[in-house]
């Protein structure tokens, strides 16, 4: 049932962008980090996580990775960032707005790894579609916003991990 649910949203993720004005920005909250700590590392559970992105996205075409300055988002960002041979960029989380006008007018797919409160909020100024906030415990959601000739398309993708 897992390899099934990776082999359709690979097939989703696969979809290239071929005109310069058509591009796909992929967002995700940090995989699962370690509790009782300021800045936590990810637990083996996030480093499996994280590296089964890297797979589902290593044939999306990425051309960037944005990641805020945290261990637990560079982490999660990091097995893309190596297999890929693409240097993080740190973004700030508050900064928003600015963030999301940005990444429309650079055009390029992505990856942009942020926090529960907010990648629905930057997935939100970038799809204009209402989305609803992510659980303290919730890290399986992928976002997926596809610009075709100025319009966005919003999907939404779960990236199932079974780590017992």
Known sequence: MIKLSLFIISALLLQPCLANDNFTL???????KQMKSKNPALTQCGKKRAQQLATLLSTANIESIYSTSYQRTMSTAAPL??????AIKNYNPKQLEQFSLHLKQRKENALIVGHSNTTPQLTQLLSDVDVTELGEKEFQTLYQITFVEGVSQLTLLKQPLNCK
Do not use: G, P
């Open 81 to 86: 960032s190596k297999k890929q041979k693409i």
């Open 26 to 32: 992929y967002l995700v909250r940090h995989a699962e």
